[in-house]
Structures are given as structure tokens and as C-alpha cells.
């Protein structure tokens, strides 16, 4: 039985939770974090000392970032390679997407959607509101480009890399603010809208 803690609204638990839809893996989510305690309790620091979410319990093995679960799930359980490059080099390319995504892509995109998003529009610092579009913009341009070459970040079939790529473009196509064109990237994002998965867990409102 796989377990999944973590609230639903985090762009983190968001990324396994997707993983596990695409590949077709059952589990079962407990709400965490914030608003819904427990990740600071006793028993939940003892599967993940961090105090942070996701944490994952496969039978219980336990794990926690976001990444190294989407890695662990991917390898171990997308036997049909749903989602799982068979190549070597296919795969290192989605890794490589994947942290991109979190060390480039989510640090101007942090600054933006606490500002945007759960700042009350009184308290907002606009402009670090404005340098945050500015460091999205230069950070989703490359992306932008990559996309020019084929249709998925890592190649031409749709992979686990495209996933927290996937929730930094609905953060970035749904908040209220001007943005340059960048058609492939749009173009892309359209096209992972449609997937049930992704539909389930990471096109929602943002909170």
C-alpha cells in the first residue's frame, strides 16, 4: 500500500501525486501541512524529520522530496514506462528538467506566487513582484526554446519531467499579470491540461 502525506494545494505533493495518476499506481493521500497539522507531530517526524511534505510510505519504505519519489516511483513501479524513459540518456534528460524546475524555475516563481497569490493585495511588495516576472520570464524562456525542438521537455513522448515543469506553467499562465509570448511553451502546456492527471491534481484553483 502506498501512502501519500501532504496537502494538496503544495506544488510538491502535486508532482507525486500526479506520477502516481500517470503511471496508474493506487495510493492513499492524507491531508498535511499548514492549515492540516501533523506534519509537526511526533510520529510524522519520525518518518520525516524535516517536518516538511510529501512524505511517502510504500509498504513501508519510507521517503521524503518530492523528487527523489517521483525517481523512486518511476523506477520502481512505471514498469509499462508510462512515463519512464527506457533510454539512459532520455531519462537523464527528464532528471536533469525535473531539477531545473525546482533549483531555476520555482525560485523566481516562489517570490511571485506568495506575492500574488497568498498576499492580501494591500501587503504586496510589488516590486519584488516585478522582479519575480522578470526572473520567470528569463528562467521560462529557455524552456521556451527548448520546446522549439521537440515536443516534450526531455524528447518526443511525454515524461515524468514534464510534470513539475507542468505546475510551474499553471502558476504562470493562470496568475493575473502581463507576460511575453512564448509560443512553444504555451503550446505545450495546452497539450498537458488535457491529461487526466495533470487535470486531477495540478489545474486547480491556486491557494
Known amino acids: 500500500m502506498l501512502t501519500i502525506w501532504g496537502r494538496t494545494n503544495s506544488i510538491n505533493v502535486q508532482k507525486v501525486l500526479c506520477c502516481c495518476d500517470e503511471i496508474g499506481l493506487p495510493y492513499t493521500q492524507i491531508d498535511a501541512g499548514m492549515a492540516f497539522g501533523i506534519n ?19 509498504d513501508g519504505f519510507i521517503l521524503w522530496e518530492s523528487h527523489a ?18 533510454d ?6 527528464a532528471d536533469q528538467w525535473i531539477d531545473w524546475a525546482h533549483t531555476t524555475g520555482w525560485v523566481p516563481m516562489r517570490g511571485l506566487f506568495w506575492g500574488m497569490v497568498r498576499t492580501p493585495p494591500e501587503q504586496r511588495n510589488h516590486a519584488d513582484i516585478a522582479a519575480s516576472i522578470e526572473g520567470c520570464a528569463k528562467a521560462f524562456a529557455l524552456v521556451d526554446q527548448e520546446l522549439s525542438r521537440h515536443a516534450y521537455i526531455a524528447g518526443d513522448t511525454f515524461s515524468f519531467g514534464d510534470i513539475p515543469l ?8 493562470t496568475i493575473d499579470i502581463e507576460r511575453p509570448d ?15 492527471g495533470f487535470a486531477k491534481h495540478g489545474s486547480g484553483p491556486l491557494s
Not at 512564448?182 to 487526466?196: D, K
Open 40 to 58: 509537526k507531530t511526533a510520529d510524522y517526524l519520525a518518518m520525516n524529520p524535516n517536518g516538511l511534505v510529501p512524505t511517502m510510505s510504500d
Open 182 to 196: 512564448m509560443p512553444h511553451f504555451q503550446h505545450w502546456y495546452e497539450g498537458i491540461v488535457a491529461r487526466p
Open 69 to 86: 519519489m517521483m525517481r523512486y516511483l518511476c523506477r520502481s513501479h512505471d514498469t509499462d514506462h508510462l512515463i519512464t524513459p527506457k
Open 88 to 93: 539512459e540518456k532520455t531519462f537523464a534528460k
Open 166 to 173: 507542468a505546475l510551474l506553467a499553471h502558476r504562470w499562465f
